[in-house]
């Protein structure tokens, strides 16, 4: 059994191990619980990174499509400064009027389209570059791993999380992106009978977790909250609120 010293001991050489690999971590009297420790509690510190990059990887239109709107979810919960984000891609396929979904104004986030992926890369690069910026979106088919790490270095320095938002179809490479998910649709849940469409459900996967676990689970959104979803073969999908 270890000693309280030993355990204090251990602690912050974890820290330190993750500042050196890029992972800056705050003293834990300054961590910021956000409201879904069901997803933050894979994470070093039970606390979602920020100031990192999240990889995104979306093999079709219809999960492209989910994956933003989960991507909309996660910045209603992080942006509790009203701040402002860019979304960089080639089309913007995204509806703005439903951003008021997720709670965020649709003067909130600055829209680029590019047409080159290098384009795309280099805007991706100087948007994170800016430290007045809450975050950054981009729709890359593709990203090697020396570009990946270049983007990390950037946030490294101006705090900017970065949220890449892959659309290939081919072999997945590896990167020295902080976490890497996978975001599918559910079939909806509609709690009030009524006819109509139900709130949005996701499959989510986190298929890589620097230093930390890797996990699936399904959660809906509605109420500006997320919920687990349970099911068993008796009962219907049951939510629950995710809290701090």
């Known amino acids: 059994m270890k000693s309280p010293f030993h355990q204090t001991v251990i ?12 992972y800056k971590t705050k003293p834990r009297q300054q961590q910021k ?17 920020t100031g990192t990059i999240h990889e995104f990887v979306s093999t079709q239109p219809e999960h492209t499509a989910c994956t933003s709107a989960f991507i909309m979810a996660l910045l209603s919960k992080l942006n509790t400064h009203q701040g402002i984000y860019v979304w960089i891609g080639k089309q913007r396929q995204l509806f703005p009027p439903g951003l008021n979904y997720f709670g965020i104004p649709a003067h909130q986030i600055i829209f680029i389209n590019l047409v080159k992926p290098k384009d795309i890369l280099w805007a991706t690069e100087e948007a ?9 979106i981009s729709e890359l ?4 791993f020396a570009q990946s790490q ?8 101006s705090k ?3 949220f890449i938002l892959r659309t290939q ?3 997945i490479h590896a990167t020295a992106c902080a976490a890497r998910w996978q975001i599918s649709p559910t079939a909806s849940l509609n709690l009030t009978e009524l006819p109509g469409v139900g709130f949005a459900n996701w499959q989510v996967e986190l298929l890589k977790v620097r230093n930390g676990s890797t996990a699936s689970f399904n959660i809906s959104w509605h109420n500006d ?3 687990t979803i349970e099911s068993s073969a008796s009962q219907p999908f049951l939510p629950h609120a995710i809290g701090s």
Do not use: M, W, Y
Not at 128 to 136: A, R
């Open 225 to 227: 909250q997320f919920h």
């Open 160 to 162: 900017v999380t970065g």
């Open 11 to 22: 602690e912050r050489l974890q820290r330190q191990i993750l500042d050196l690999e890029g």
């Open 128 to 136: 994170l570059k800016c430290q007045s910026l809450n975050g950054v």
């Open 33 to 49: 619980k956000l409201g879904f420790a069901h997803i933050e509690k894979h994470f070093p510190n039970q606390v979602f990174p």
């Open 150 to 157: 270049r983007l990390q270095l950037t946030v490294e320095k």
């Open 141 to 144: 088919e593709a990203i090697t």
């Open 169 to 171: 179809t081919g072999p």
